[in-house]
């Protein structure tokens, strides 16, 4: 069994964590003269820091509990926290697989630690043969693996993702940021195996709430009580967290929602690879696809000159277009434009 207190900086370990006034007093009603807040307005008073009653409509809703629950100002603070809790500076490694979420190794690179990007193969999968070598080097703290992967849109095999947990001795990360739109199960329930998982999911983008900034971390409560430990104290917003407990009570929506994304994913991933220019369309469990094309800069700026709007990620693989799926009238506008589009 790993032991995560090992896993962690010495510094982190013996660090005295921030004690705000809602850690002093945790009711809800009484004469407030705490926190230095202005008494007058509707604003005027700090968050919840632990965002309880967010964590409880998020445990019934994703069917975990609420121990194993902490929340981030996005995915990439809790990006940011993880590497601030096990990498040391200028000495340790994380291992990414590309091409992958770019935060990662700006986090990185900002917190001074080395990475180490091992390319997908040719299907965006995890060439284990160059991965299992390095499990070994005592400098390596942490995994990313990004399922679906993003630019990709493909769900890694889960064989390989269960092999890298239980043989890796310091932590992995699986972000699972798009996991709504795959019909392939999460992830979540290796956390109550294995101590060493942190599993990211998202408001942002099945939910809906990608201007409210709230990343979700599941994990055990060892890791859980180091997050707490060195985030900002008051890190979600009490109109966030109201945001997404306004989300969280019409699941319904959210569902319908999602459905209509997954249909219109494979009505445009069809009707596209009819289309002259599109050379390939790439599977996707996300809500996005990956197009290859003859030449992604002159098609991306001719679309932009019709006021659409998509990713070019030629910089990362090459004459690829990541297309995130709209409104079905938003995708037919896409396919009208790229049928007249000839090069």
Do not use: W
Not at 212 to 233: E, F, M, S
Not at 286 to 301: C, Q, R, T
Not at 315 to 328: A, E, H, Q
Request: hydrophobic share 40%; proline share 5%.
């Amino acid at each position: 069994m790993i032991d995560i207190d090992l896993l962690v900086r010495e510094n982190v370990r013996g660090l005295r964590q921030y004690s705000c006034a809602r850690d002093d007093f945790k009711g809800e009603t009484g004469v407030f003269m705490d926190a230095n807040e202005n008494p007058y307005g509707r604003l005027n008073r700090y968050p919840d820091p632990y965002q309880v009653k967010l964590k409880n409509a998020i445990a019934s809703f994703r069917e975990v509990k609420e121990e194993n629950i902490f929340l981030g100002n996005g995915s990439d603070e809790i990006i940011d926290l993880c590497f601030r809790i096990f990498c040391r500076p200028g000495e340790d490694k994380v291992l990414t697989f590309t091409p992958t979420y770019g935060m990662y190794e700006v986090s990185a690179s900002v917190n001074d630690i080395e990475i180490i990007k091992v390319p997908l193969n040719s299907n965006f999968q995890i060439d284990m043969d160059r991965v299992i070598p390095m499990l070994s080097d005592k400098n390596l703290k942490v995994i990313f693996i990004c399922s679906p992967n993003n630019p990709s849109g493909n769900a890694m095999n889960s064989g390989d993702v269960e092999f890298l947990v239980s043989e890796f001795r310091g932590m992995v990360i699986i972000d699972e940021a798009y996991i709504d739109f795959s019909d392939k199960p999460s992830f979540v329930k290796l956390i109550e195996k294995h101590p060493n998982l942190i599993i990211m999911q998202t408001f942002s983008k099945a939910l809906g709430l990608a201007a409210a900034r709230i990343g979700i971390a599941l994990t055990n409560t060892a890791v859980i009580k180091y997050l707490n430990k060195i985030k900002p104290p008051y890190n979600v917003s009490t109109i966030n967290q109201l945001a997404a407990l306004r989300k969280l009570t019409n699941t319904e929506s959210y569902r319908n929602q999602v459905d209509s994304i997954k249909r219109e994913r494979e009505r445009l991933s069809e009707i596209l690879k009819s289309v002259k220019i599109i050379k390939e369309v790439y599977p996707s469990d996300a809500n996005f696809l990956l197009v290859k094309v003859p030449d992604a800069n002159f098609i991306y700026d001719t679309l932009i000159e019709r006021n659409i709007i998509v990713r070019n990620r030629n910089s990362v693989i090459d004459n690829c277009l990541r297309i995130t799926i709209g409104k079905p009238s938003e995708n037919n506008k896409l396919i009208k434009a790229l049928q007249t589009i000839t090069k």
